[in-house]
Every structure is written in structure tokens, then in C-alpha cells.
């Protein structure tokens, strides 16, 4: 019995997280183990990478770089946020074609499972055997039909240890407000994570505000009052992508993105001015941006082991026959906490958007529930650090 | 013979660094081994402390607490920006009497140094005899008559490692300018560290900009321009209080802080509308601002171990005698680098700033030289991470 072979292609699209090169790892170390799978390729920079035939060989790569790549930021294969169309298709196939390539992979979120889709479609339609398995990847934690994504769990864990020193920070010179501002424009995923670094109910951050409410400007300073009369130092963290109660951005950079979408920008700064104009309290304002997906001090060892294990389950997907599926994570157990890998079919995936649930936002819209805290903590990995707190007894007044 | 003895007070002031509580268990830990030193106190939030005589008793902290202080973030006894007028001083004097402190410690930039001379002199024209010495603690590098400052090699370290990732998430996904803005309104030390991240000539960032050199938007531009013809993806380094040719703040939040200077913000942000207004190209920004402070994952193992040093120099330095001085470093050597220990006069470093050196920064002003790496690298501790870099063989191209 003959088998199925031919050579692999992998492929990285959209944002780059802390963990997507662990998932190329595991793709190259379980493509390695099946002889059906002749050359290992990745493509540079995405489908650009695809339609320029710019290709390299990732099987012929070190054991001890691909060994590395769990520990390394960002894409090393290249990325791109460009959208396939239809005047793309017959290159696309030609290509496909051209390299024998028969197990197709991209690892990216829902615009790069759409496009993933039109591929596997593309073969299909074309009588073209290709195995085209999707691998999940996004800090915003938005893909649907999976428990979490590779990638969330290590930029939580950036959210959350950041907004645990940030707040160490503001309480120990409690003179102003500190509004962070932290990436999801349109799911509140990532920004909810900060709730983690909650202590004790009058820790920071006091106020978290998603994107899945309209923003209330004037409950927000109320709320900013409030709390700075209770404590002086307050921290605020808000989602990049705050609307107003009419739906439009709170804070616009004025830009477009490569899928067309509104880029936010500046939300924390315009709350910090709101909060010194309309209050009279200090303020300042945080934007770690990009710093929070490429951090390898703060990955989570949890995220880095899954996207590994994502990655080689995809390719195992493929051998096995499947094609047209994006893996995905399935939480088989809370306590213990258990992952399996399941298949779910791209088209369920692809352009859809799974935002934060409601329920897990309080009446007030300014934090979250103990529920989301729960599903959080596994995926961040290893306990917070656990910081020095002085006893602070009193030395006797001296009349 | 009998041994001056008394109390001892210690205090932080400005704002707090990485490695600032690694100073107080330098204090805590030396004062326990003289006699001479009875009570050993910490003032709550600073001066606002001893005027509120808000004394905790730090000699009967647990030894495990005073450990673990070296990594915890930001400040213990907590902070302040209050300055001390001549108002004030009966009240200073009273209390220090009152207390039986004869040992006086304040950990501070160069505001608080003033601050710590202050006091000093009261004491003294009192006739009061008290010793008081200045322990250094700055991100900004910024302190006179010393090699460097506690608190600058952590610091350093964080705005060195973020470049890094930084620039490897830029180069992964090609598309935008991406400016990045440190804290450092008027010594650009903090934000000249990220070029300790160049692994090569076209490493990013490509560009650095200090507030020792006045901004000029269009030779920016130029540059900003050109880099991005050349890689697509380009990093920026701004300091966040640089200035325009007439000496304005190029982006100013409207604030005035304690100590009554105007707080810059925004800059980054302000630098990336403009990229994006006058040369079309795509642009966001990024401010981790005060996270990088207070991060105890970037610590700098040196930058550690000297201010706890440094606390418990102070402490001896004290015990001999000493007053109206800063504890301060001087670079023995610089391969193997070597630190020692010495005390300088109060008042050559009070309200004194030691900016950037004008030999240090390239030409076009633009970029830093060579003899501040050198400078530079033993402060920031072991070396950045060394993360995979793929051999990227291409995958001979089919006909």
C-alpha cells in the first residue's frame, strides 16, 4: 500500500505572538516523524511567501534552532495581513501544485483561517489532493469553537504580572490615576487578564473596562473618583478598542488595517486627559502595545507547551487524512486542568469573532467575574510572583 | 568609650525604581550589625512620613521579608514628591529629636538629594548632631558626581530586552514604523539603553532620539523614510521629553508635576500620527512608561546587588561619621568591571543633572556610539537573550 506524500507548507499570518514559534516547532519535530511528509517548507511572510514562491527548508534546520523556537518572540518565519481573493487562485494552485505540496498549514486567527479555508476550498473544487489543517494563534482569544488560543495565555500573563508590578507602583507613590491600555479591539479577552493581578478587592487594577460594553464616560469618572478619594493611586485598565454608547471608537488613530478594519488608538491617553480635565486628578497613561505579544520572560509555560502540542496535532491530523479543519483545544477537566485537541471545521471558524460573554462582565460594565478569573488561571501558567509585603508595625507614637 | 547611638530613619522619595527595595534590605540588613544603631524606623510615603511621623519598625521585620525585598517591586515604604520648605523645618527638627534619630537616610534622585541636604543642614546650624547620608536612585541615570545610579541598570535592561522582542515582532510582520517611548524627560540615558538591542547595523531600533538634542520633524522624517524603503519595518527609540528647536515640548500632557516641572506625554504617539499624516506610511506606537520600572523579570542582577550595596554603605559610612553626603560609584574598572563605593558632597549633586554625554551621540543625532555600549553593558547585568535565528535555506526554485 502506497502512502499518502508529499512535501509540507507552513505559514504564519496576522500578529505574531509569544508562542507561534513553539507551534512551529511542533510542526517540524512531528513532520519529521512521517515518511509521507518528504519536504518540510516554510513560506516567508505568509501567502505573500506563497505567491512569490519564497519558500525555505525547514527540515534541513538545526535540532538545536528548532529546539529554540519555543523560546523565541515573534515570527520567525515572517507574517503577513494580506487576504487572498480570487484573482489569486489559479497562482495559488499553480503553485501548490508545482512544489507537491500536499499538507498545507496556516497558523494565524479568524482572517488567516478564512484564508485557509479558500485554500483547502481552492484544492477541493480542483481535484487537487491537499491536506489543509488551520492552526490557532491570537492574543485576543477570539477564535470560536475552541476553549482559549495559543497565544492568549502568555500575552494574560504579560497583562496580568504587568498590571500586578504596575500597581505595586502606583500604590507605593499614590498620587495619580494609571490608565493601561491593553490590545483586543474588539474582544476583551486580553484586557479582562489584568483582573488576575487582583490580590485583595482594594488592589489594582480597581477598573477594567472591555469593549463588549459601550463606554460611559461619565460613569467611568465617577467611578475614577471614587476610588482615588478611597485610595489615591488608582489603576485603570482599558481595552484599545473602548466605543462609545454610539458604537463609535472612543479614541481613533485614523487608521486602516490590511483587512480593512478601523485601527484604535490613544484610548488611554484620551482617558488620562479626561480624567486631569474633567477631575483635576493627576494621570498618565500606559501602552505596552506589541510589548505584551512578544515578551518571552513572561510566556506562559502552559501556553508554550500547547501551542507545541497544537502544532504537532495538526500535522498528525493531516497524515491521518483530514483536511479543511482548524485544531482546536477542548477543556476536558477545570481541576485537574485538562487540554484535548479536537478538529473543528474551518468554515465555523473562519471571519467569525468570539467575544468576551457577558456573564462574566459585572452589572457595572468596570470588571469581571470570578468566573472568567477560573477559566483564566490555567492558561497564564505558574502562580503570579508572590512579592514582599512588609508587616508595617507602627513604631509607638512619642508624645 | 561610649558609642554614638540612637535611631535610624530611613525614606524613599521620587519615583521608584526596579532595585530600590533592594537598597532598603542593604539599610536594614547593615544597621542590625551595630550596636550604635537602636530602632531601625522607615518613613511612610517619604517626607510626608516624618512630618506625619509615620514610622513603621522595620528592624522587627521578618528575615525572610527583608530577603525577598530585593525582588520586590517598586517602593515598600512608599514614595512621595513633596519637597521641603524652610516652613517646615521646626517641625522636621522637632520631630528627629523627639524620635532619637541620629542616623537619616533618604533614597532619592536628585530632588530628594536636596531634599536629604536640607536636612542635613538643619540638623547641623541646629547643632543637633545627626548623620545624614543620600543614598542614590534614579531610572534616569541622571544623578552628578557619580558613574551611575541604582535603578538605571534595571531600567536599562527592561528598554534593551523590549527593543529586542520588539524589533523581532516588527521585522516578523513588515508593515508599519513602530515608535517607542521611554521615560527620561531631560537625560536621555534611559532611552540611548535600547540600543544595546542592535545585534546588528540594521537591527532595530534603526533610530534613537534624546532630549539632549533638540527634534527636527523633518530630518526624522528623512530617516524615518528611508528605513522604511530599505526593511519595511522600522524601530524607533524616543525619549519622552523631547524638545523642538525652540525648546518646547514636542507633545506636552498639560500637567505639572509635584515638583513643579511640565510633564511631557504622548510623544511616541504624536511621532506616529505624523509619520502616518506626512509620509503615508503605517505607524503605531508603543509607551510602556512607568512597567519599565518596576519589572522584576528585567532586573539587572548587578544593578541588584549594588543597591543593596550602596544601602549598606550608606549605613557604614554613617556608623564612621559621615554626614551631608551621597553615597556614590565609581568604575575601578571596566573589564573586568569593577564598582567601588564613595561619598559625595550633598550639595554638588542636589537639583544638579547629569545628562547624556554630547560625544556619545552620532552626528545626525540620531543614534548613539560605541563608547556608551561599553559604558553601558556590565550595568544591565548578564547578556539580552539570544533568541533562534532560522538558517532559512531557500527551497530551490521549480520552473
Known amino acids: 500500500m502506497s502512502v499518502f506524500s508529499g512535501n509540507l507548507l507552513v505559514a504564519h499570518g496576522g500578529g505574531p505572538t509569544a508562542v507561534i514559534n513553539a507551534s512551529l516547532q511542533g510542526v517540524i519535530e512531528e513532520a519529521r516523524l512521517h515518511p509521507g511528509i518528504k519536504g518540510i517548507y ?26 529554540a523556537l519555543s523560546h523565541t518572540p515573534a515570527s520567525v518565519l515572517g507574517s503577513c495581513r494580506r487576504k487572498l481573493t480570487e484573482a489569486d487562485f489559479p ?7 508545482k512544489y507537491d505540496i500536499r499538507f498545507f498549514f496556516y497558523n494565524g486567527g479568524n482572517d488567516s483561517m478564512d484564508t485557509c479555508n479558500k485554500i483547502h476550498l481552492l484544492a477541493q473544487k480542483s481535484g487537487y489532493e491537499l491536506r489543509v489543517i488551520g492552526i490557532p494563534k491570537t492574543i485576543d482569544n477570539d477564535l470560536a469553537e475552541t476553549d482559549h488560543c495559543p497565544g492568549y495565555g ?10 500586578l508590578e504596575l500597581w505595586r507602583d502606583v500604590e507605593s507613590l499614590p498620587i495619580h490615576v494609571c490608565v493601561m491600555e491593553i490590545m483586543g479591539r474588539n474582544a476583551g479577552w486580553l484586557t479582562a487578564a489584568a483582573a488576575l493581578a487582583k490580590t485583595s478587592d482594594e488592589a489594582g487594577p480597581q477598573l477594567i473596562y472591555l469593549p463588549e460594553r ?13 476610588w482615588h478619594d478611597k485610595l489615591g493611586g488608582v489603576l485603570v485598565a482599558v481595552s484599545e478598542g473602548l466605543t462609545s454608547p ?15 478594519h478601523k485601527v484604535p488608538g490613544g484610548v488611554a491617553q484620551y482617558l488620562s486627559d479626561l480624567i486631569v480635565r474633567k477631575l483635576g486628578i493627576k494621570s498618565r497613561s500606559e501602552k505596552p502595545g506589541l510589548l505584551g505579544r512578544c515578551s518571552i520572560l513572561m510566556q506562559s509555560e502552559t501556553d508554550r507547551e500547547e501551542a507545541r ?3 504537532a496535532f495538526a500535522v498528525r491530523s493531516a497524515v491521518k487524512g483530514e483536511s479543511g479543519y482548524m485544531a482546536a483545544f477542548f477543556r ?32 457595572r460594565g468596570n470588571g469581571v467575574r470570578d468566573g472568567f478569573i477560573e477559566y483564566l488561571k490555567p492558561l497564564v501558567g505558574s502562580s503570579l510572583p508572590d512579592y514582599a509585603v512588609l508587616g508595617k508595625r507602627p513604631v509607638p507614637r512619642v508624645k
Not at 505573500?48 to 534541513?60: Q, V
Not at 497562482?91 to 501544485?97: C, P, Q, R
Not at 476536558?332 to 462574566?360: I, R
Request: aromatic letters at 10%; hydrophobic letters at 40%.
Open 246 to 260: 454610539s458604537g463609535e471608537p472612543l479614541a481613533d488613530s485614523g487608521l486602516i488595517d490590511g483587512f480593512g
Open 91 to 97: 497562482a495559488v494552485l499553480e503553485i501548490l501544485k
Open 332 to 363: 476536558a477537566s477545570q481541576n485537574p486542568y485538562l487540554t484535548e485537541y479536537t478538529l473543528v471545521p474551518l468554515e465555523k471558524v473562519a471571519n467569525a469573532e468570539k467575544t468576551f460573554p457577558a456573564q462574566w462582565i459585572n452589572e
Open 309 to 311: 502540542a497544537v502544532g
Open 214 to 226: 459601550h463606554f460611559v464616560e461619565e460613569e467611568f469618572l465617577q467611578d475614577v473618583s471614587k
Open 154 to 163: 502568555s500575552a494574560g500573563r504579560y497583562a496580568a504580572i504587568s498590571a
Open 42 to 67: 516554510g513560506a516567508r511572510f505568509g501567502v505573500e511567501g506563497l505567491l512569490k514562491e519564497d519558500f525555505i527548508d525547514l527540515g534541513s534546520e538545526d535540532d538545536e534552532i528548532v529546539l
